[in-house]
T-cell receptor, first 115, second 111 residues
């Protein structure tokens, strides 16, 4: 079965550079979530989208932005990168609108290293 | 999200049942209990969820107490591949969608 696809798998950037992470949800999934997991930490919710509209927002820095496109894939744009942005970034998708009880499927993540 | 409390770590022998407890004393009547696990640096994986009845699937069983203030995830025959961090999550309100990960239980399966 198709899973959530994230690209790239690994990304190395310098401080103050920009990065774009991509997420392709499972086919027919219309909701996408982004999580950030720092070294030794638990995943932290960043932002979510349902039907191309932002549905919830967590601890996402102002330097980050995200959107969901008409084909339901999502991109997380990160500017003015800082050393502390080094983390695993996970995308998850689900097949029903928010505020319903449905499980999330996670991708393998993008490992971002800021040097 | 309703607060959950889990042991920081647990050990279990391979082939034995692993029983992972979770306290969620502030849970409200329409909130589900979800379990996910994360094997080292992989994306979290859904295991099971329930409201008030016990649930079983191909991965695990979920036992929820009658007052719903605690639950236990049971892996009936643990294998080395079950070594992971296990998260018990009670999302706020009707939606399971935005999962807030707290401190989970680091389960180590020993040969």
């Amino acid at each position: 079965a198709a899973g959530v696809i994230q690209s790239p798998r690994h990304l190395i950037k310098e401080k103050r550079e920009t990065a774009t992470l991509k997420c392709y949800p499972i086919p027919r999934h219309d909701t996408v979530y982004w999580y950030q997991q720092g070294p030794g930490q638990d995943p932290q919710f960043l932002i979510s989208f349902y039907e191309k509209m932002q549905s919830d927002k967590g601890s996402i820095p102002d330097r980050f932005s995200a959107q969901q496109f008409s084909d339901y894939h999502s991109e997380l744009n990160m500017s003015s990168l800082e050393l502390g942005d080094s983390a695993l970034y996970f995308c998850a998708s689900s097949s029903t609108e928010p505020a319903t009880n449905e499980k999330l499927f996670f991708g393998s993540g993008t490992q971002l290293s800021v040097l | 999200d309703a607060k959950t409390t889990q042991p920081t770590s647990m050990d279990c022998a391979e082939g034995r049942a692993a029983n992972l407890p979770c306290n969620h004393s502030t849970i409200s009547g329409n909130e589900y209990v979800y379990w996910y696990r994360q094997i080292h640096s992989q994306g979290p994986q859904y295991i099971i969820h329930g409201l008030k009845n016990n649930e079983t699937n191909e991965m695990a069983s979920l036992i929820i107490t009658e007052d719903r203030k605690s639950s236990t995830l049971i892996l009936p025959h643990a294998t080395l591949r079950d070594t992971a961090v296990y998260y018990c999550i009670v999302p706020l309100g009707l939606g399971a969608q935005k999962l807030v990960f707290g401190q989970g239980t680091r389960l180590t399966i020993n040969p």
